[in-house]
Every structure is written in C-alpha cells, then in structure tokens.
C-alpha cells in the first residue's frame, strides 16, 4: 500500500500524531513554567515582579489553536470515508483531501495570535495573524467542496452513519463561516470573551467532531464488536442530536452578539438574554436525550448475538475484507494493494456504460489474500500488558502530587499530602516502567495465536 493509497482516515490520524508530536511540547513547557513559579517561586508569569502574563497566553494557544486540529482532523478522516460508501462513489479529489488536510495541520501552528487580538499586541501583529486566519480558511473550503461533490450525482443510502457524515459537513460549515469573522481584528474586538465565541467552537468542534465521532462508531461498531446497531434508534439518535445541538449552541450568537460575556451564567434581570439562553438549556437536555438513546442502543446490541456480516455497508477499504469482529492479526496474509478503494475493485467492475458490477465469488486472481474466512495459521501475537498502565497511573500520582505540594501558593509552607502523593507516583511509575522494560523478549510457549 503505497501512501497515496491509504485511507483518508489513516492519512488524517497521522497528520495529526505529527500535530500532538509538535504541539503538546509547548503546552508542557507552559506547564512547567507555571509549576515553577508556584512552587518555586520562579518569575515567568508574575506580573508584580515584571513578568509578563501574555507569554502564558502565547505558549498556552501556540499549543491551543493546533489542539482544535488534533480534534478535528480524526472526524475529518471518518467522514471521508463514509461519504463515498453511502454515495457509492470514490471520494472526489482524495490527493486534494489529503493535502488539504496536512496543510490545515501546517498553517495551524501560525494563526494563535487571533485568539489575541485584544491583548495588545499591536496593528501589525494583529494584521499578520488576520491573514493567516483567512488564508487557513482555503484547505478546509476545500475538503468541504470535495466531499458535497462526493454525494453530487451519487446514489446516496440515508443511513445512520451517513446522516452523522451530512450533520459535520453541515454544521462545520456554520462553525467555518463563524470561525471567518474572528479573523476580522476589529470584528473579533466585538466577539472576544462572548458567547458568539462558545457558539463558533462548538459548532467547529461539537458539529465537526462529535458528529464525526457518532458517524465513525455506527460505521465501525460491526466491524470492532460483530453486532450492528439498530438503523431505527440510531436514526432517532441523530435527529435529536441535531435538533439539540442547534437548539443548543445557534442561540449563543446572538447572545454573544448582544453582549453576554462568556463564562457567566448568572446576570442581572432585563439584559435581553434570557430568552437565548432558556433556548439553549433546552437544547442541552434535547442534546443529554440523544447520548441515552445512544446508550440505550448500545445496550439492545450488546444482547443481540454476534451475526454481524463481514461487509454490511458494502465497503471501499480493506478492514471490510476481514471477519466481524476483525480477528485479532487482521489478515491472514498481508494484503497486496493494487489501487485506492482496493477492495471495492475487488467486488465491482464497470460495464460498457461504466456502471458497477459484481464480480463473481472466487473471480478475482488474489482475492485469496483478503479472504473473509477465519482460518488460523499459527500467526505470533504478542502478549498483553498491564505495565503500562502501572506506569501512567504513577505519572497521574505525581501530577496530583505537585499541585498539592503547596496548598496555599503564597506561603512557604510545603503539604505532607503532596509530598507522599508525589513520592508514591515516582515509586508507581518507576515500578510500572521497570517492570515493562524487563519483560520477557519472547513470549513463553503456546503463546503463538
């Protein structure tokens, strides 16, 4: 499989491990600094003592306007695969997506000051950060014209997956054209700490990534857990889901453009917000409805037997070619890949009119290598451990450790619960990563699957 015949999903989970690689450093930096000046009396952010507190706003969204990305691009990748199997046709422009996609994760890393307008940072800077905030705006234009141009002409099948996929690129494109007028400095003047910000971002990242992530696990629940959910309950899940989110979230705008500061919840009688935000409680309960008839489908499935097919939606990617739920070496043998999509060309070849057809059972020269059969053949899986969550249990012991350390951040007094906690979480930790690191290299007899 060469990269320009990756799934989009694959493609977008890797763009973002290089997001986390480049961004999570400067949130930890941040983070150190601050626990230096609060444990250690260090002079990173203190304003009385000439430091200045606008560094923490630098490091925290040099980190923050990246993370919107890292969320957003895995749901990006999802529904980039969903779209061409419920449209029953190849997504339109894939080396354009991809790209698209990878440039977003670039300028991404440039655009954090428009979080900043109103710090002070001065007519330049802010008109520099302006223009980059507008120019971010073109690959993610682009992902959203190749995918309505997916489901142009196609020969669309409503279901739930496909509903969710619809809801992001919907919704997102509201949360786009919001995201358009922050980068306007002296718009953004008008919308900063208000609640026309919350609404922008939950649209991005509730209407972009939430609905990806629903439309992801309809898609895959066969596949991960060999039993389908019901079409029925995940229907009434979707469209509560959206009635609520808008419900919820559309009213903001105009609070926030009326003036409601963000963060606040309580305020004076007669500002003319009330009746904004009883709509959004609403569409909060509407949206708290939506995860129980979700969970309450989980459940009705998980009684079900476990009679999934290996290809229910009739699939475009590899992962259909194996059983439901997927064996745990995935494939037999590992697959050769002749094209994107290759196992939907493995099933289909066009007529004299270019349509689909089916290709007969067993008429395939390597359709052996993607056999759906579960037959074993002796593959080496290593096994499990559980020392790596002995290891990051310690690390969560230390973090809570060093906040405790100092109860009160003024005084010079040092807790003797935050001493033993910390203590405790480097003995935890260093037991968790000595006992990984020391195990076997092989595993004993019998362990080969």
Known sequence: MTLLRMPVFTWMTFVTAFLLLFALPVLAVGLFELTFDRLFGANFFDVTAGADPILWQHL??????????????????????????????????????????????????????HHMFAAGLGPIANTGFALSSMVIAVPTGI?????????????????????FAIGLVAQFTIGGLSGVT????????????TYYIVAHFHYVLFGGGMFGIFAGLYYWWPKVFGRLLDERLGKWNFWSLFVGFNLAFFPMHLAGLWGQPRRTYVYPAGMGWDLMNLLSTLGAFVIALSVVIFLANVVIAQRRPMDAPADPWDGRTLEWATDSPTPEHNFHEVPIVHARDDWWHKKYEEDKEGRPVRVPAGAADDRDQLEVGARERGIHLPDPSYWPIVAASGVLLLGYGAVFLKPDP??????????????????VFLSGFFGWVLEPLEEPHGSHR
């Open 182 to 193: 922050h980068a306007i400095a002296p718009h953004d003047y008008q919308q900063t700490d």
């Open 60 to 113: 925290f969204w040099v980190f923050g306007h990246p993370e919107v990305y890292i969320m957003i691009l895995p749901s990006f990748g999802i529904v980039s695969e969903v779209l061409p199997v419920f449209s029953r046709k190849p997504l339109f422009g894939y080396a354009a997506v991809v790209f698209a996609g990878a440039a977003i994760a670039f300028i991404g890393f440039g655009v954090w000051a």
């Open 143 to 163: 992902k959203i014209f190749n995918w309505v141009a997916t489901m142009w002409g196609g020969r669309l099948r409503l279901t739930t997956p496909m509903l």
């Open 410 to 427: 003024t005084g010079t007094a040092w807790g003797v619960g935050g001493i033993v906690l910390a203590a405790l979480g480097v003995i």
